[in-house]
């Protein structure tokens, strides 16, 4: 069943002049498909611990020309020094303000519809996938050259603002030519009371090539927030994804790794920060399908309040896919009695000789260690930090990039002490 | 007087672990604690150091005259009492050097002393780290994540040496250690001793005693300390054993 406000949108999109009507029959297709399908319930498997009676029961409407900015935007909190930035504000693409690093380019709107040969990719996993291609209202993509070893990472910032109940569902395809390496940061903020924001990330890694991926996720709390990432790695490539989250009402990462060429490595981690009534979900597949691959899923989730999260994590191993060596863990901190986390890491492996492990664990901190703290002089409320702070930093040490690591730990520390 | 303990009675559930404490420590005085596993030896350790295992029925315990039981656990370690854990715990992700300028710099703020900047903890963490014969890699380390029983102990003697406490409990701070392990933590130990500092050392075996020579050693058995005496007790119980005391 789908609220009726989507199909008013869907009609307001298509007699829109962005793209071009070319790339009508593609929307009709894929907003047929969405109504079909209906939003998902709780009866379906995926979304089991979903409650999506917000997305329901709102109406949310494509974003206008007045959702853009009318002054210059103050940017200075979202700040991040050695970066360049794309900036989006409540979808529209702020051109004056951006940049991008050397051995990037960006190909933004009919630029990008006509390098993809005036089609568009629509995954078909989720009716989220169907909606964006419907409803898509801005795109671009980010292009490497083969043999480019991008120095400065580059930022994609989307801010959202406002009182009205804005809808974006910007896409994004990331191309990496062969033994090119590219840091991408996606950087997701705003104060914005009601917002709903569908993105769709198409991420193709030509052979030996590097990707380090960080997605910061500090929406407001009136923000839905949900992602359908698909990764698709050609032989000896590596993809690392990172993603820190500490906002939005409903937070939701449909991440697909499909390793497709032999000696691919894909390593994801995450660390979830969650407090009030907030929900994040991360509903996390990777593929193997050639052999002598490697990957990871290694997610972190710390909870207070009443706030509640999924971790949900798939390991397929193809029939194909000798040697696999694929991690799966997922560890939770419960820092309130009322918080609920729904962690459940599955593998599904169809090759004989493969290397595959799997963990979960979900807890409050440790009374022993809180007595050791404090044995030492600090009180419970700064040993409880310390804990925490030691259970976050594992994950965030893996950031590589000083100011990118600088920011995120920051965020880290005014959370931890609110 | 250091430490005070009269009369000191508690259980955990139905048992009564310990049944009448008495103990006096000054200034300066290395105290031994001596007894078999099941004594009371660690609970007597915990219940100084605030751990709240154990039901108290009766008794005080006054630190520097003051009543002990008033106070929480970093109270009483702000206040300058440290407990060496026979099972230092683990804190993956928090490396040594953050954890303890933390603890340092709460000591201070609680003394009212200027918090340490991280170029003076860290010229003061160098002048302690070959004490216990430790290198600067190890402060790099997350706290007792992966160590061996060697390196927990001599890290508890390094945050001993750190924190600068009036009375230090070593609560089997020799259990598991190898000779040479054993030798450094003595040495770490006998470093730290002074006419204005107490030790009250828990321990089975006299071995510890071989090093830092108590003047006091104690027999507990029972919950009960059933005989004081110099160091010369704890050599006779290495020729004969618990069994003699017992009757």
Known sequence: MIPSHFQTEFEKIMKRDYFSSEIHPVREKAFSRFMDMGLPTQKWEDWRFTNLSELKNKKYYISDIKDAPTKPINLEKYKMEGVDTVVFYNGHYQKDISSVPEGVRLLNGIEYFERNNKSMVCAEYSPFDFLNTALMDSGFCILVEPNTIVKKPIRVLFVSNGEKAVMTNPRIDIELGQSSSLTFVEHHVGEASSYFQNESVFVNLAPNVSLDHIRIQTNSSGTINIENLKVSQEKDSQYNFFQFTNGSRFGRTNLHCELKGEGAECFLNGLTLSDSKSQIDNHIITEHISQNCTSSQNFKAILKDRSSGVFSGRVVVRKDAQKTDAKQSSKNLLLSEKAVMNSNPQLEINADDVKCAHSSTSGELDQEAIFYLRSRGLDIQLSKQLLVRGFAMEKINLIKNKPIYDHILSLFESWVRS | ?247
């Open chain 2, 1 to 247: 007087m250091m430490l005070t303990i009269k009369n000191l009675k508690c259980s955990i559930g139905e048992k009564e672990i310990l049944q009448g404490i008495n103990l006096d420590v000054r200034p300066g005085e290395v105290h031994a604690i001596m007894g078999r596993n099941g004594s009371g030896k660690s609970t007597l350790a915990n219940v100084i150091s605030g751990k709240e295992t154990a039901e108290i029925s009766s008794g005080t315990i006054l630190y520097k005259g003051e009543d002990l039981f008033e106070k929480s656990t970093e109270q009483r370690a702000l206040e300058g009492i440290f407990l060496s854990f026979q099972y230092p715990v683990a804190i993956p992700g928090v490396n040594i050097t953050y954890f303890l300028k933390e603890a340092v710099n709460a000591k201070r703020r609680y003394l009212g002393q200027n918090e340490l900047d991280a170029a003076t903890f860290l010229q003061k963490i160098k002048e302690k780290l070959p004490l216990v014969d430790l290198d600067i890699s190890f402060i790099k380390r997350a706290v007792n994540d992966g160590f061996s029983g060697g390196e927990k102990k001599r890290n508890e003697i390094l945050q001993l040496l750190m924190l600068e406490p009036d009375l230090a409990i070593l609560d089997e701070t020799d259990s598991g250690l190898d000779i040479d392990a054993l030798k450094i933590v003595s040495n770490g130990i006998k470093s730290y001793r002074s006419s204005e500092k107490s030790f009250v050392i828990i321990t089975h075996y006299p071995r510890l005693l071989h090093y830092v020579k108590p003047d006091k050693v104690h027999i507990l058995i029972n919950g009960k300390i059933v005989k004081t005496g110099g160091p010369d007790l704890a050599e006779l119980l290495e020729q004969k054993g618990y069994s003699w005391l017992e009757s």
